[in-house]
Nanobody
């Protein structure tokens, strides 16, 4: 089971760190991705990290502002978000997979409940 947390209300330009914690299974054998879904829009890829943490991937539009990392000893994956903009407002989801295209949600086997991020002044 996955659980995303750390969302909240933040002003434009602010930062948040989301966390995705796993329970009931060993996280270390799974690649993990973050996706987000804004109201009225389709779910979109945000970032992904390999099982070891040695490879990371980002949506082109988010490179430089978002950083994904993991601590397998803590069964947790993080998403650091800097320079937040109102258009970053969405529900953020983490998911785990063992194979397939990191940017496509159909390849992810396990999904956590999302956490709401709202960027507003």
């Amino acid at each position: 089971q996955l659980q995303a947390y750390g969302g909240g209300l933040v002003q434009p330009g602010g930062s948040l760190r989301l966390a995705c914690a796993a329970s009931g299974r060993t996280f270390g054998s799974y690649a993990v991705g973050w996706f987000r879904q804004a109201p009225g829009k389709e779910r979109e890829f945000v970032a992904a990290i390999s099982w070891s943490g040695g490879s990371t991937y980002y949506a082109d539009s988010l490179k430089g502002r978002f950083t994904i990392s993991r601590d397998n000893a803590k069964n947790t994956v993080y998403l650091r978000m800097n320079g937040l903009k109102p258009e970053d407002t969405a529900v953020y989801y983490c998911a785990a997979r063992t194979r397939g295209d990191y940017s496509r949600d159909i390849w992810y086997d396990y999904w956590g409940r999302g956490t709401q991020v709202t960027v507003s002044s």
